[in-house]
């Protein structure tokens, strides 16, 4: 049953980011203004993929396994806080995020309910060691996104 259930949200997350881009788009913007941070995106899960919408109209779909924003959905209610990407071991280093100068990275997983449905990211071309508040900030504007999700399932 639970993996119908699974099956059931994938094939609605393509539609929920339609309607919910906008909102979506806003907290993105929010999350850069409040974070200053240069990139920030709320992404939702599309099966094995993700999309990610960014404060601007563009949105990008990818491989799970290849986001950074990912990893809040490969270990779920966990915040995901990396002060400095270069600073990882190389086997781990997420080569996309590199290339493109994202440098430190916050995520934190969004539920609507008890389902995860993606994760909201900040990332910085600098390193940066993000606070416990600011981190919790990050929750709070997750816990905010998955109930506005919650409002279309």
């Known amino acids: 049953m639970k993996s119908q259930h699974r099956l059931n949200i994938d094939h609605l997350t393509p539609w929920l980011g339609e309607v919910c881009a906008p909102s979506f788009r806003r907290v993105a913007l929010n999350c850069k203004r409040l974070f200053n941070v240069p990139v920030a995106a709320v992404g939702l899960r599309e099966d094995r993929h993700i999309r990610l919408f960014f404060s ?8 799970v396994d290849d986001a950074l924003c990912g990893l809040p959905l490969a ?17 781990l280093q997420p080569h996309l995020a590199l290339a493109l ?12 309910g008890r389902q995860l449905l993606g994760s909201l990211s ?17 929750k709070d504007l997750a816990v ?10």
């Open 144 to 153: 905010w996104t998955g109930a506005l999700l919650d409002l279309h399932l």
């Open 101 to 112: 100068g994202v440098r430190s990275y916050a995520g934190v997983p969004v539920f609507a």
């Open 75 to 91: 270990i779920p209610a966990e915040q995901i806080v990396i002060p400095d990407l270069q600073q990882l071991p190389e086997e």
């Open 122 to 138: 900040i990332a910085d071309h600098q390193p940066r060691q993000f606070d416990v508040r600011e981190v919790q900030r990050l």
């Open 56 to 63: 601007g109209e563009s949105q990008q779909r990818l491989l």
